[in-house]
């Protein structure tokens, strides 16, 4: 079974740009998050999709960061336009809908995340 | 959600057991203590959870005082392939399904050969 997998692994733009990152939960997985570590802090939760819908945009920065799940399936995290302070790492995960098989114990299945730089 | 503390790091040597402790003495009932690991370069990865019993898989056991403030991780024969920041979670078990993790700093757990 594929697990979560994120596009680009590690992209370099210059401030005032745009990125789009993907991902790609695992199938059948309703839950899909994206988190986010910039340099020197901690892993911080931006949002929660389930299924198309967000759950949960409490983590969101600001209104240049736009997330989409069109259809349920994959995701994009829109940067836009980029600034210097949203380098970082963006992890994205998923989980099954709750009352699924393998929902039970609350695990959070990461990617290995896309590094973002910003010159 | 709770707030956990935990040493910023720690060295074990190879072979033997990382014990890896996590302070929540603000746990309420509902909450279940969660532990997460994140290699070099690499997403975070579940490692194990429990309520109030201890618990065991494949991968580590972990041990919750009776008083839930406190708990434990175990790895039983540290490999440098356990190199890796350690943390330490506690959230509401109500809404599985909404794992919106609070990721602390972590232990930062160096195996040592």
């Known amino acids: 079974e594929a697990g979560v997998t994120q596009f680009p692994s590690h992209s370099v733009i210059e401030k005032g740009q745009t990125v789009t990152l993907r991902c790609d939960p695992i199938?059948?997985?309703?839950?899909l998050y994206w988190y986010r570590r910039v340099m020197g802090k901690e892993i911080k939760f931006l949002l929660h999709f389930v299924k198309e819908s967000k759950q949960d945009e409490s983590g969101m920065p600001n209104n240049r960061f736009l997330a989409e799940r069109t259809g349920g399936t994959y995701s994009t995290l829109k940067v836009q336009p980029a600034e210097l302070e949203d380098s970082g790492v963006y992890f994205c995960?998923?989980?099954?809908?709750?009352?699924?098989?393998?929902?039970?114990?609350?695990?959070?299945?990461f990617g290995e995340g896309s590094r973002l730089t910003v010159l | 959600d709770a707030k956990t503390t935990q040493p910023p790091s720690m060295d074990c040597a190879e072979g033997r057991a990382a014990n890896l402790p996590c302070n929540h003495s603000?746990?309420?009932?509902?909450?279940?203590v969660y532990w997460y690991r994140q290699i070099h370069s690499q997403g975070p990865q579940y490692i194990i959870h429990?309520?109030?019993n201890n618990e065991t898989n494949e991968m580590a056991s972990l041990i919750i005082t009776e008083d839930r403030k406190s708990s434990t991780l175990i790895l039983p024969h540290a490999t440098l392939r356990d190199t890796a920041v350690y943390y330490c979670?506690?959230?509401?078990?109500?809404?599985?399904?909404?794992?919106?993790?609070?990721f602390g700093t972590g232990t930062r757990l160096t195996i040592i050969p």
């Open positions: 995960a998923s989980s099954p809908a709750t009352g699924r098989r393998g929902s039970a114990t609350g695990e959070l299945f």
């Open positions: 429990g309520l109030k």
């Open positions: 199938s059948g997985h309703d839950n």
């Open positions: 979670i506690v959230r509401p078990g109500s809404n599985f399904g909404n794992e919106k993790l609070t």
């Open positions: 603000t746990i309420s009932g509902n909450e279940y």
